[in-house]
């Protein structure tokens, strides 16, 4: 006997309302990648401990992996795709890109997405606040130095 079942989920990304099927078990991550070809969002871990997942659910930073995607349901998602207009840079991604903020880019929509959330909580007041408003997400490359920088200098903007 099969366990599989589909429900029409509907989800709203970048201010785009998408109506899909889904197995009700598909996380948030996998139904942005695999189902609305979003592949901005990055699947590092899988299980709440990189934070490349990350994205914004009405503004506020949630871990995709770790969600449903049924969960999302009525909420506002954004990723890195939908977060500037097109064809400019948010404020954000710019100061990663002056500040050399990256280096393989895997984990820089994750963090750029974590350091828009962290600015708005008002958890950029210092290079020590950012580091641990920002330790959910890892840079294996180890760019942290630049990563705060970046988040430092989007802050007093
Ligand atoms: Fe979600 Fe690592 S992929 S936290
Ligand atoms: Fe490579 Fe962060 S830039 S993991």
């Known amino acids: 006997m099969s366990s599989h079942h589909t429900e029409q989920t509907t989800l709203t990304v970048n201010g785009e309302v998408r109506s899909f099927p889904v197995d009700p078990r598909t996380t948030l991550v996998d139904a942005l990648r695999e189902r609305l070809g979003l592949t901005g969002t990055k699947k ?29 349901e009525g909420a506002s998602i954004t990723t890195i795709e939908g977060l500037s207009a097109e064809g400019e840079l948010h404020p954000v991604q710019r ?4 500040n050399d903020a990256f280096q393989c880019g895997f984990c820089t929509p994750g963090q750029v997405l974590s350091a828009v959330a962290c600015i708005q909580e008002g958890h950029a007041g210092s290079p020590e606040e950012i580091k641990e408003w920002m330790s959910g997400n890892i840079c294996r490359c180890a760019a942290y130095p630049q990563i705060v920088a970046a988040v430092t200098e989007a802050s007093v903007q």
């Open 95 to 98: 100061a990663f890109h002056v």
């Open 44 to 72: 590092g871990c899988d299980r709440g401990e990189c934070g490349a997942c990350t994205v914004l659910l009405d503004g506020k930073r949630v871990l995709s992996c770790m969600m449903l995607a049924v969960a999302a």
